[in-house]
């Protein structure tokens, strides 16, 4: 199993470009997250998805859009790009648990792109 | 607004010492707590916990929930070099969807021979 992919694993833009991160996963799972990790600060939620055809707005989810295109891919895409979006960006997927009082899962992570804005 | 803290942000310390890291968080709809490590790369997952008072244990780490309080802990004994690593804690839940899955800062261990 590939797990989480992401592509592209580098990235350069100028200030205004626009371009779309794309993950992908393999394992049947319902939930989709994108994080953006900066130094010093963790992983911050930009979007997540709990299922196909929904979204909801993470805690930095402001110059970013995303879309559920289908159970395995979630895409996340900057219109016009900022230098404050110079970040890591990972995605990460987890399988719902089976009920209310059921286990609870995991995040996997995909390898992660490194964006750089000029 | 949810909320997840950690502490220390950074520790240096001798191979053999035992380390403890610390977990706060404030959450709407808590639903677990969840430890990762953090290399050179993507998190790679340590621990879910659920419940209060419940020791999960995987070799030299350990840690425990307590949800009264709203924090946990992260204990590594005999620390090894190979354990310098960024550690996140996240928290699962929120006022809109239990879905939603946030993470602290991180607490940058380096264990020095």
């Known amino acids: 199993n590939a797990g989480v992919t992401q592509t592209p694993k580098f990235q350069v833009l100028k200030t205004g470009q626009s371009m779309t991160l794309q993950c992908a996963q393999d394992?049947?799972?319902?939930?989709m997250y994108w994080y953006r990790q900066d130094p010093g600060m963790g992983l911050r939620l930009i979007y997540y998805?709990?299922?196909?055809?929904?979204?909801d707005k993470g805690e930095v989810p402001n110059g970013y859009n995303v879309s559920r295109l289908n159970k395995r891919e979630f895409s996340l895409r900057l219109e016009s790009a900022a230098p404050s979006q110079t970040s890591v960006y990972f995605c990460?997927?987890?399988?719902?648990?089976?009920?209310?009082?059921?286990?609870?899962?995991?995040?996997?992570f995909g390898p992660g792109t490194r964006l750089t804005v000029l | 607004e949810d909320k997840v803290v950690q502490s220390p942000l950074s520790l240096v310390v001798h191979e053999g010492d035992t380390v403890t890291l610390n977990c706060s968080y404030e959450v709407t709809n808590f639903r677990s707590l969840l430890w990762y490590k953090q290399e050179k790369k993507a998190p790679t997952f340590l621990f879910m916990l659920?419940?209060?008072?419940i020791e999960k244990k995987s070799g030299r780490l350990s840690s425990i929930l307590d949800k009264k309080e709203l924090f946990s802990i992260l204990n590594i004994t005999a620390t090894q070099t190979g354990d310098s690593a960024v550690y996140l804690c996240?928290?699962?839940?929120?006022?809109?969807?239990?879905?939603?899955?946030?993470f602290g800062p991180g607490t940058s261990l380096s264990v020095i021979p």
């Open positions: 996240a928290v699962e839940g929120s006022r809109t969807s239990y879905d939603k899955v946030i």
């Open positions: 659920t419940s209060s008072g």
């Open positions: 998805s709990a299922s196909e055809g929904t979204t």
């Open positions: 394992m049947n799972h319902n939930s």
């Open positions: 990460a997927s987890r399988r719902p648990g089976q009920g209310l009082f059921s286990s609870y899962n995991e995040q996997f």
